[in-house]
């Protein structure tokens, strides 16, 4: 077997590798990481529930988004909606195809695979986990001008939707194909069961890699993100407040305009606190990759919690839908057979017809053309039937 260069403890890039060394050579990996520095037993055995757990109701929560979405006529037709299908699928995918590798490495104690599979574990995991920062990128784009600019809202059509995903996806390709090049590389992390960027290592190309993805991977996200809803929320609140100077309603026209602004509202927060919830998630990893270019020697649960953080990531989504969106909801509690009948039990429409759960019965006071005050009237509107 072909001995390996200290310039490269993987021997990915050697110019006399072998096949064999590059698809076989687990016990490589372990070996650049000093045994006596990695976590103990107990730690990876926590790691591996912790994993297992975030595994499965990643599963659960995306299924869920997915089978809701698909299942509802009118979420189905809206464009900007598939968004979140795509997110939910980027967050199945790291699933299914990152996650079983850590997983069972945890169990097992170490690394229990070969560079190959940790080369590819790692690259798959940063494509798909970029991917889904640049579609929750394009979300927040997609509300600013759902909100800010709403004469632009007809350019959100399902082709250029389509365009949009194949950009996200496009974008993290890119930076994640990269180290397969010879930018950067993918490496076994410090708590040795689980592969990503090398950022351990402070040569020139990995640390110019790292602070590059750090810039235009993280920073430039966040930065638009936190711009679009600092637009959003002051049309909203602007929005709320000329409402709520309207005084009473008094036509019907009304009575939908200002279903309109809180349905904005309730999405506005679910979108803002998926922003937060990825802002947090993220940002730990994000440091400890920064101060590890100019602080090496740091212990191993500085590195392995912030980690651990980011990979809960696929599993957060669903639930901020669920936390937040009275629709999302219903429709869960419905398809898990808990569902109930809020605010419309036992109630007619006039035609005969049973309501549906969705809707509701609102009271306005109703006048004629010409300012004559008629009394009050009962419209039936459906309760926020968006997921964004």
Known sequence: MNELTTEDPYGIFA?????????????????????????????LMVSAVYLTVVAFFAILGNIS????????????????????????????????????????????????????????????????????????V????????????????????????????????????FWTALPLVGWGSYALEPFAVSCSLNWAQHDFSDVSYLVACILFCYVLHVGIMVNCYRHISRTVTLLAQRDKERGRIIREDEMLYRSKIADDQQVTRMCFLVVVVFAGVWTPYALVCAVHIFYEDMPIYVTTFPTMFAKA???????VYFLTNRSFRMKALEMFGCGHMDNVVGVEMSNGRQMEPCEVVRTYDKLSKDGVYLGQDKLVMEKSSTMF
């Open 65 to 136: 988004v997915l089978t809701i979405i698909f299942r509802d006529k009118k979420l189905r037709s809206k464009a900007h909606n598939h968004l979140l299908i795509s997110l939910a699928v980027c967050d199945l995918s790291v699933l299914f195809g990152g996650y079983p590798f850590t997983i069972t490495s945890a169990y097992y104690g170490k690394w229990m695979f070969g560079d190959g599979i940790c080369v590819f574990a790692g690259f798959f995991t940063f494509f798909v986990s970029l991917t889904s920062m640049n579609i929750l």
């Open 313 to 319: 990531g696929c599993m957060m989504n669903p639930l």
């Open 15 to 43: 110019e006399n590798v072998s096949l064999e060394s590059f698809f076989n050579l687990s016990e490589n990996l372990n070996k650049t990481i000093k045994e006596e520095d990695g976590p103990s037993p107990t730690t």
């Open 138 to 173: 394009a979300i927040c784009v997609f509300r600013y001008i759902m909100i800010c600019l709403p004469g632009k809202s007809f350019l959100l059509t399902p082709r250029f939707t389509c365009y949009v995903i194949l950009a996200c996806f496009g974008y993290g390709f």
